[in-house]
């Protein structure tokens, strides 16, 4: 089973799926994809996990 999390764009407040093991607490930039924005998952103004 994939662990997902849900971000929230700064930019658009899009909502959207990411991989958990993959970008939570890593350090790498999530890419909105509805705006193109890149941001911290720390940047999100809202997560949930
Ligand atoms: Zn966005």
């Known amino acids: 089973m994939v662990r997902i999390f849900w971000a929230t764009c700064p930019e658009c407040k899009g909502r959207f799926q990411c991989h958990w093991e993959e970008l939570r607490h890593k350090g790498i930039?999530?890419?909105?994809?509805?705006?193109g924005k890149k941001f911290l998952d720390e940047e999100s103004p809202a997560i949930e996990e």
Not at 30 to 35: G, H, K, S, V
């Open 29 to 35: 930039p999530l890419l909105c994809p509805y705006c």
